[in-house]
């Protein structure tokens, strides 16, 4: 889709969540913020803006931006939200490590501590989190 057509879209869906209130409505929001995260690089910058209004996150719209930012490349900046989770007093859960692991290109030494994290809080047989370790660990070759 050509860049200047997403755009005239993008400014239309931002006017009228507001003109309608809806652009403080969690699971809008976080909506809207997955949306601009599968644009790739082009609108990472108009994702975070709009997860930057989210007044009180949840695990789901810090899930987004987390995911939205390993699919991108930007490791370091998924790890940086990822911190949020603490400072919101959140629990992530298996989307988060899954999305860690599978869509970050990360280190073994990385990998394990997100393991450890995964077994800590009892989640590491979870499908999903249990396919992205062996992943992991497989393409570390430290199976």
Not at 45 to 71: M, R
Not at 96 to 118: E, F, M, N, P, R
């Amino acid at each position: 889709m050509d860049l200047g057509v997403i755009s005239v879209l993008r400014c239309t869906v931002e006017f009228n969540l507001t003109k309608t209130g809806f652009n403080s409505h969690i699971y809008t929001v976080t909506a809207i913020t997955d949306m601009y995260m599968n644009f790739k690089h082009q609108f990472l910058y108009s994702a975070l803006k709009v997860f930057d209004e989210i007044t009180e996150p949840n695990t789901t719209s810090i899930n987004v931006v987390v995911s939205g930012f390993c699919q991108n490349g930007c490791y370091k900046k998924a790890f940086e939200v990822f911190k949020l989770f603490s400072e919101f007093k959140l629990r992530p859960d298996s989307v988060t490590v899954a999305s860690l692991l599978s869509g970050c290109d990360i280190s073994v030494k990385d990998g394990q501590q997100i393991h450890c994290w995964a077994v800590k809080i009892g989640i590491e047989t979870d499908i999903y989190v249990a396919t992205s370790l062996v992943t992991m660990y497989f393409t570390a070759n430290s199976l």
